[in-house]
């Protein structure tokens, strides 16, 4: 109990964490908050009354107590976060709005994120300050705007939603931890730039600095790859880096250093530490010092565009700062503690972002682990160096190790070894490339002694990076950890810390006993899984994906897409981690366009799925000679492309069960067979707004998987 008691915020934000994921699942009403912390309230009231001689030995009752009360705080926190968004429901509308990041070039359109600040309801228009994700249409290779313009736009506010695919990640939260809830596309002629007399939002005015220095970035620099890595490494900014390059970085393990965290801070902090040694001598000095590093830090983290992981870790800097000022040592637990509290308060949210649990989890892990590996050898000199960066790079890798297998299914084998290279390299860059981006407007005859050395690292870190992940078995991939794994594998390292920290043999018998059980669950899920017999419609945009999976045959029927790897990569890959699938055989379905020539529906439409029966029906199809004497009995039919095929057509031709509408069909078509088939009592499953489409052989009942 004494760690706990040095890290009191410890004792805070674990409940509060626990309130936000059981919100976030259970969601509970507002009545049912009041009365649960109406609960908490009264049984502390009652234990206040209590004898002090009673309340020494139940002490542990009123932690308790107080657990529970913070754990309601968090389920009240998310609630109040989610309803104080407003809601589109997909309506059209006009909104003036004020561009706040750099626009990123896509495909087909330019993505950027819009701060609307009012928004037509009715006949008057009503003030607003939320994000929303806008696409705008792309007619060149030019950016239409830049942070700070000022929009009016008309067009169609959408929800953020999930695909709806089992085991996919969770895009709604993860930009709902960004605090954008909706999206919007524009078209060409919908919107238009206005001027206006307000001054440009922090973050508005943050990405137009931005903007500026990767123009320098992009002068002084020779190469787009490292322009792109020193953009990312220096400013936060991803948008130049290509999927080979991030491919890359993962493949090596040194994926971390691109986003801007806790390394990056604590080198610029470490960095003014010691070139304001001097005003160490007096006691205004040191409070001089701390103000000016913390000012530093909080400008870098302006500079960065206030990423969450950049704001924990300036608040865990500027802690540290105060507490070597006041002459305390600082708990580094304690400071990261007291920084996710106090971000979990502005954005309960935040839980849900992939960065912000990676960064605290590597953090923690380093501050816990580090020293006990690095005391295992005493060394001197460059060995000595080698050795700590090592222990390093182990240490972060036992916290982090769990979430990057859950989220990016691979694991760097030679983390340890590219860390030799990436750490050092990533130091000079920082050192290098503040002094760069300083000299540059006001000394240019002084920034080439910045540019040489950063160009020289920048070269290094990328060829580094590119041999090492050629190297043989540089990565683990096609991984898979499930919720409950996950959950469990932290409960082990929980354990073990706690062994670590108390010496009690208790706890390495459960964190063995832990490992055991979860090794057993794990083989029993793959033999159940292996024996499953099931068929699955997936949500994959435009495509069309029919995957039947029967003892360890894995049949996907694809068509729509020039390029399926991507497609299974996105939607499909994840769930066949989950369920122990590595390989897949691939069929065409037949594919009929709107202005090909009618033909009668053949064997082709046809197929069957264990003891199902379906049919695929595609686009301009004719079944006008079609007389059947009996109507052919079929499982579900699935709609694709805009089948011009009608109910009377259904019903005199087939006798189904359900009719399934896949996503490669227009919004107007599916709403409108949504519409008549269910007043004609047919069941309909429409799988952009309801979700994949799965069957389980063995139980033959429907189960419809739901947006997540």
Not at 436 to 463: G, K, M, S
Not at 671 to 677: E, F
Request: proline share 4%; aromatic share 12%.
């Amino acid at each position: 109990m004494k760690f706990l008691a040095v890290n009191p915020f410890i004792r805070l934000v674990v409940p509060l964490i626990v309130g936000i994921l059981l919100q976030h699942h259970f969601q509970w009403a507002w009545f049912t908050l009041f009365c649960i912390s109406g609960i908490f309230i009264l049984g502390l009231a009652l234990f206040s009354l209590l004898s002090l001689r009673q309340q020494f030995f139940l002490d542990w009752l009123r932690g308790l107590l107080l657990g529970l009360l913070f754990i309601t705080a968090g389920s009240a926190l998310l609630k109040n976060h989610t309803e104080s968004q407003p809601v589109f429901g997909g309506e059209k509308g006009t909104f003036l709005a004020e561009v706040t990041d750099i626009p990123l070039e896509k495909p087909r359109s330019w993505q950027s994120i819009l701060r609307i600040r009012q928004c037509q309801s009715g006949n008057s228009y009503e003030h607003l300050n939320t994000r929303i994700m806008a696409y705008f249409q792309k007619t060149d290779s030019l950016a239409p705007v830049k942070p700070g313009d000022m929009v009016i736009g008309r067009g169609y506010i959408h929800p953020i939603q999930n695909y709806g695919n089992p085991e996919e990640f969770d895009y709604r939260s993860y930009m709902a931890s960004r605090g954008i809830h909706h999206q919007c596309y524009l078209e060409e002629c919908a919107w238009s730039k206005v001027q206006s007399d307000n001054r440009p939002s922090l973050t508005a005015l943050s990405n137009q600095i931005r903007s500026r220095m990767l123009r320098q970035l992009d002068a002084g620099i020779r190469g787009k790859n490292q322009q792109a890595v020193a953009a990312a490494l220096l400013l936060g900014y991803k948008g130049g880096l290509t999927p080979d390059m991030k491919s890359r970085f993962s493949a090596s393990g040194t994926m971390h250093i691109l986003a801007v965290s806790g390394l990056h801070v604590g080198i610029i902090y470490l960095l003014f530490h010691h070139l304001l040694v001097l005003m160490d001598r007096s006691r205004h000095g040191r409070m001089a010092k701390t103000g000016v590093i913390i000012v530093i830090l909080a400008g870098y983290a302006f500079l960065t565009g206030l990423s969450p992981s950049v704001c924990r870790a300036t608040l865990m800097f500027s802690v540290i700062a105060l507490g070597r000022t006041m002459r305390r040592d600082s708990s580094t637990y304690n400071s990261l503690a007291f920084s996710a509290f106090l971000l979990l308060v502005i954005n309960p949210m935040l839980i849900f972002s992939v960065s912000f649990q990676l960064s605290y989890a590597a953090v923690a892990s380093i501050a816990f682990f580090q020293p006990r590996l690095y005391s295992l050898m005493e060394l001197q000199g460059i060995p000595d160096r080698l050795w700590q960066w090592l222990t390093l790079a182990v240490a972060a890798q036992i916290g982090a190790a769990p979430l990057i297998i859950r989220y990016f299914h691979t694991f760097p084998n030679y983390f340890w070894l590219a860390n030799f290279i990436a750490i050092p390299a990533a130091t000079v860059i920082i050192v290098a490339g503040i002094g760069y981006l300083i000299a540059f407007p006001i000394l240019p005859a002084v920034y080439e002694i910045f540019q040489i050395p950063l160009n020289f690292c920048l070269q290094t870190l990328t060829r580094a990076t590119g041999i090492i992940e050629k190297l043989p078995f540089s990565s683990s991939r096609d991984l898979w950890i499930s919720t409950s794994g996950l959950i469990l594998f932290y409960m082990i390292i929980a354990l073990f810390t706690a062994y670590l920290i108390y010496r009690r043999t208790s706890f390495l018998k459960g964190s063995l006993a832990l490992g055991i059980c979860s090794l057993l669950l794990n083989i029993g899920a793959n033999l159940y899984h292996h024996n499953q017999q099931e068929l699955i419609i997936y949500h994959a945009g435009e495509a069309s994906a029919i995957n039947y999976r029967d003892r360890g045959k894995n049949l996907l029927y694809m068509a729509g897409t020039q390029d399926p790897g991507k497609t299974i990569r996105f939607h499909i890959k994840n769930y066949w981690l989950s369920r122990g699938e590595r390989t897949y055989t691939l069929r065409e379905l037949p594919r009929q366009g709107k202005r090909n020539r009618p033909v009668p529906p053949g064997p082709q439409h046809f197929f069957e799925a264990g003891d199902l029966r379906l049919a695929y029906l595609h686009g301009n199809l004719d079944f006008s000679g079609l007389q059947p004497r009996y109507p052919l009995r079929l499982d579900y039919i699935i709609l694709a492309g805009d089948a011009n095929i009608t109910i009377k057509e259904i019903t005199r031709c087939f006798r189904v069960k359900k009719i399934i509408l896949d996503g490669s069909n227009s919004y107007y078509q599916r709403h409108r067979w949504i519409k008549r088939l269910r007043s004609k009592d047919v069941q309909v499953h429409s799988i952009p707004e309801h979700g994949a489409f799965q069957v389980h052989m063995g139980q033959k009942i429907d189960k419809k998987i739901g947006l997540l």
